[in-house]
């Protein structure tokens, strides 16, 4: 059993800064990318940041420059790291990942965290 969970959501002021983990736990062989998604009420999942296996990293052009993707190999660990934060960065952030899990990989999201910025 694979379970991805993510802590370090908040509230935080207009400016601020979060940093969002995503830990990765079960029987787990290797994991390719790695990824950050938000929702904000009444809209749509959208991609922030993703990872590879290999260190690239792509994001979303309202977040670039503002939010750093990284992660742990040895902790199965993703971060994301969100500076200059504005309300419009308000949402429930989800972590997903690409897992192999022996001959199989499948695709996993976390529970979700709540960021909340106020103006």
């Known amino acids: 059993q694979v379970q991805l969970v993510e802590s370090g959501g908040g509230l935080v002021q207009a400016g601020g800064s979060l940093r969002l983990s995503c830990a990765a736990s079960?029987?787990?062989?290797?994991?390719?990318?790695m990824g950050w998604y938000r929702q904000a009420p009444g809209k749509q999942r959208e991609l922030v940041a993703r990872i590879t296996g290999g260190g690239s990293t792509n994001y979303a052009d309202s977040v670039r420059g503002r939010f750093t993707i990284s992660r742990d190999n040895a902790k199965n660990t993703v971060y994301l790291q969100m500076s200059s934060l504005k309300p419009e960065d308000t949402a429930v952030y989800y972590c997903?990942?690409?897992?192999?899990?022996?001959?199989?990989?499948?695709?996993?999201w976390g529970q979700g965290t709540q960021v909340t910025v106020s103006s």
């Open positions: 079960g029987t787990i062989f290797s994991i390719n990318a």
């Open positions: 997903n990942a690409d897992i192999w899990i022996i001959a199989t990989m499948r695709n996993y």
